[in-house]
């Protein structure tokens, strides 16, 4: 009995991409720290609430895309289009993941918190969600998505939520999010094309679409730029660092140009993503040394 119950949560966790939910809750609370300058009360609730409202939004996801999930090889394994679980219960877990994260940020932050966190779930699950089997464009508002939960942890600690600071963090966390869902959409073009998605290749020449990578690649460089030296930092030495990285990441970039091709795009994924985890480190550091 223990044995299948742990296989029946494995399957509920995998409806909640743990591994996207943990780095949403991890900026957050980067946007906590940044104004609270320490662990101070709220910081548990605001980070288990959004990791709870993001598992909901991610699982809702997975409801609203089942039968294109069984068109693709990556995703034909998930809960609901493996029929490892059925919809009503994957319906079930996401309600119980929305509950506890829309009581948790309510906690954490009051009402703006909250509303802000049901605001990001209307935005992916709905506008989001319907605009990308229509156009490849969905990125840009897909893109506002991670631009909210920092906002969500720095008025959370009593931040005003129009502050230049957050506003910045904001930005590079918006911009930066359009050259990682590209990534992902170019990495799996010919399956997003078989479950009838739009598609990179159908839209854009890989000339062009070399070019636009790396325009908004540079452009995510320049955010970090742009944040570092905003102010935002109160010490020179995490300022630099994040410039460094950034200046690093258009240079791998510049190289990545020419190798277009499936082998490749992982690695530049990557070299993405570090660059969102190294920033979101120096600014907890630098605000808990502050």
């Known amino acids: ?27 957050s609370l980067t946007g906590f720290l940044l104004y609270a300058k320490s662990f101070a009360p709220g910081w548990i609730a605001l980070f288990a609430g ?6 909901a939004s991610a699982a809702i ?8 999930d069984r068109m693709m090889a990556r995703t034909s394994k998930r809960p609901l289009p493996s ?3 059925s919809t009503p219960e994957a319906w079930l877990v996401t309600t119980a993941g929305a509950l506890a994260g829309t009581l948790l940020l309510w906690q954490a932050g009051g009402s703006a918190a909250a509303g802000l966190g049901w605001l990001n779930i209307l935005l992916y699950n709905v506008f989001y969600t319907y605009l990308k089997r229509i156009t490849i ?17 720095w008025i959370s600690a009593g931040g005003e939520p ?22 992902i959409l170019l990495r799996y073009d010919r399956e997003y094309q078989k479950a009838g998605f739009p598609s990179l290749t159908g839209f854009f ?15 995510t460089a320049m955010s ?38 499936t082998d490749a795009i992982r690695p530049a994924f990557m070299a993405l993503n570090m660059l969102f985890l190294i920033v979101m480190l120096l600014l907890i550091t630098d605000s808990l040394l502050a």
């Open 1 to 27: 009995m223990s044995k299948k119950l742990l296989q029946r949560a494995a399957f509920w966790l995998q409806l909640g991409k743990p591994h996207i939910s943990l780095p949403v809750s991890l900026s």
């Open 50 to 55: 959004i990791f709870c409202l993001s598992f």
């Open 61 to 68: 996801n997975q409801i609203q895309e089942k039968k294109y």
């Open 83 to 85: 029929r490892s679980i």
């Open 137 to 153: 464009f969905a990125v840009i508002p897909g893109s506002i998505v991670g631009a909210i939960p920092p906002v969500i942890g």
């Open 162 to 183: 129009l502050h230049l600071h957050i506003f910045m963090v904001a930005m590079f966390f918006f911009i930066g999010q359009i050259p990682h869902t590209w990534l």
């Open 205 to 219: 020449s890989l000339r062009q679409i070399r070019a636009l990578t790396f325009v908004w690649v540079v452009a």
């Open 224 to 261: 970090a730029t742009i944040l570092a030296l905003s102010g935002v930092f109160h010490f020179k030495l995490p300022a630099v660092t994040t410039m460094a990285f950034a200046f690093l990441l258009v240079i791998f970039f510049g190289r990545w140009l020419g190798k277009i091709h």
